[in-house]
């Protein structure tokens, strides 16, 4: 058929149909863009963005691009889990299920647009810390920047996924993502900088895929690193944790809203067909 | 070349068979109800014809197609108008048309629609804002905004007040106007007698009773009842017909096949007593009867 939609424009539908509700969801947008912003102000406020001792960079230097992972990680993680799992049980993904537009790429829309919310996160933080707090771009490590930033998107996207295909319900996600990101979080350099952490937590936070996002995004914009800046170890481990994500996740995902829904159980007595 | 083919068909939950050999045939242009009580089989049936389940026997043709694998081919010529309201609340009319719209290679435009069913005041205004009947009819929208050939309408009515569902009824016939295949279930009688041209009595998941709203079960045949009630002071053996019953309400009830002949004579004993029949009604057994008799014998 002439006007059939092609598969491009379909997922670029779906990525704007899926950023307009994002922005129709204040709280979302809030928790996305606005108060990682505020931990900026926060800690620069406290420490003052000095050097940190023993780190070499300063206060800001070390915590824009972490907080900028950060509210990237909930656009990706979050949204996508969240949103998911309550399209589900309102019956939106059923729906979808019904129309042309291939279960993929419905999951296209989804991380596309989580991409460029998360992408608009990073330019806002790193923004505000090269207007603000003497932080500078790296054109050398650029690329670097942009391929972690990519590839931890995938990883984090693959993970809110799993989260939706595992959640008993939409009320649950919240629980699932705040309890699972912000202990991750405390370990990942991204609201703490220690300068010798136990080993434990140092090993704990290689293990989860945020810390190395984190480390591998800010030594991007390191002005006392040398080189391109690509952190393999950092992007493999990112890679492994996205590919078992969307491995289970497709295996458990479900369109159907989980559970029987009750029916208003009606049976009226039909009228008489009067002949007289 | 029939629109649905269906021999065959089973589905199983656990031990259970939700649908134990459905056969159904829906030519071109038809409006078919799928009529059975809650757990009859009717929403797995229609389901797995949507290809949103899998079935495990028989066969199915929907548009040339095998539901299980039609795919994006079939899915823009059908349109499933759920039975709950499931679009986000956050949009606004026109947009969730215009949305869904998007998605299909023909498509009725967007004001068409909303005139269609009915929704020019609200097209600007949140889904949230909505009424339960406005949600229905803005479901209505969605599923026809691909200008289907085959429309799946899953209880269009259920929990409707009996002014909403007149008001649904015409647009739903105004729908049937435009030559569109419909395949309608629903658990009301009159809702199947009044929209359909042929209906299908499923329960327990097994086809027990087909034809049209006329003829379904003995229904064109069937016996015509006349119901009075007794005159003050006249015994029942007194009444010049031999089927005359008398029922626990205190009326007297006749069942003919003969009716004008036993009207005739009913009338005529009692101008020529003096009597008045008060509340004399004649009727036809009603769909509910047959379908009442059919599902729980």
């Known amino acids: 058929m002439a006007d059939r939609p092609t598969t491009a424009r379909l997922v670029l539908d779906q990525i704007r149909y899926q950023n307009k509700l994002f922005w129709r969801t204040p709280i979302a947008a809030f928790f996305t863009l606005v108060f990682p912003l505020m931990l900026l102000f926060l800690f620069t406020a406290i420490f003052g963005n000095e050097e940190i001792e023993g780190l070499g960079v300063t206060t800001a230097q070390f915590f824009a691009p972490g907080l900028a992972v950060f509210a990237a990680v ?203 | 070349m029939p629109v649905v083919e269906v021999s065959g068909l089973v589905k199983r939950y656990a031990d259970v068979d939700a649908v134990a050999g459905v056969d159904l045939t829906i030519e071109p242009g038809e409006v078919f109800a799928l009529l059975g009580p809650n757990g009859a089989g009717k929403t797995t049936t229609v389901e797995i014809l949507e290809g949103h389940r899998d079935r495990d026997g028989g066969s199915v043709t929907v548009l040339g197609y095998d539901p299980a694998t039609g795919g994006r081919e079939l899915r823009e010529r059908i349109g499933i108008v759920l039975q709950e309201s499931s679009v986000e609340p956050v949009l606004d009319v026109r947009e969730a048309i215009d949305i869904y719209g998007a998605m299909y290679p023909r498509r009725i435009p967007t004001g068409d629609l909303i005139e269609m069913v009915g929704l020019q005041e609200k097209a600007d205004s949140r889904i949230k804002t909505l009424s339960g009947g406005q949600r229905r009819r803005l479901e209505l929208a969605l599923g026809l905004v691909g200008d289907p050939d085959l429309v799946f309408l899953d209880e269009p009515t259920t929990g409707f007040d009996p002014s909403a569902r007149r008001q649904a009824w015409s647009v739903l016939e105004n729908l049937t106007s435009l030559g569109k295949t419909i395949l309608l279930t629903t658990h009301y009688m009159d809702e199947a007698q009044h929209l359909a041209d042929r209906i299908a009595v499923i329960n327990r998941g097994v086809i027990i009773a087909e034809g049209t709203p006329d003829t379904l079960g003995r229904r064109g045949d069937g016996e015509t009842r006349i119901e009075f009630s007794l005159p003050a002071g006249v015994g029942i053996e007194l009444i010049p017909v031999p089927e005359a019953q008398r029922m626990e309400n205190g009326l007297v009830r006749v069942s003919t096949v003969t009716p004008t002949k036993t009207l005739h004579e009913l009338t005529h004993w009692a101008v020529a007593g003096g009597l008045e029949l008060d509340r004399l009604e004649i009727t036809r057994p009603s769909l509910e009867d047959v379908y009442l008799e059919l599902t729980d014998g």
């Open chain 1, 74 to 276: 909930s656009a990706a993680y979050s949204n996508i889990a969240i949103g998911t799992a309550f399209a589900r049980e309102d019956g939106i993904l059923k729906r979808i299920r019904g129309t042309p537009v291939p279960p993929s790429v419905y999951m296209a829309g989804r991380v596309g647009s989580s991409v460029y919310i998360g992408l608009l996160a990073v330019v806002v933080m790193i923004g505000v810390g090269i207007a603000f707090y003497g932080m500078e771009l790296i054109p050398r490590a650029l690329v670097a920047a942009t391929v972690t930033f990519l590839v931890g998107m995938l990883c984090w996207a693959s993970l809110g996924f799993l989260v939706a295909a595992i959640a008993p319900n939409g009320d649950s996600t919240p629980a699932i993502t705040n309890g699972t990101l912000l202990p991750i979080a405390f370990v990942s350099d991204v609201f703490i900088a220690m300068t010798d952490p136990p080993a434990w937590m140092d090993f704990v936070g290689d293990f989860f895929p945020l810390k190395p996002f984190v480390v591998a995004f800010r030594d991007a914009f390191d002005p006392t690193l040398t080189g391109p800046q690509f952190h393999w170890r950092e992007l493999a481990v990112m890679t492994a944790w996205g590919l078992v994500a969307a491995l289970l996740a497709i295996r458990l995902f479900k369109w159907d809203p989980k559970g029987d829904r009750s029916r208003p159980k009606a049976r009226k007595a039909d009228e008489p067909v009067k002949i007289v």
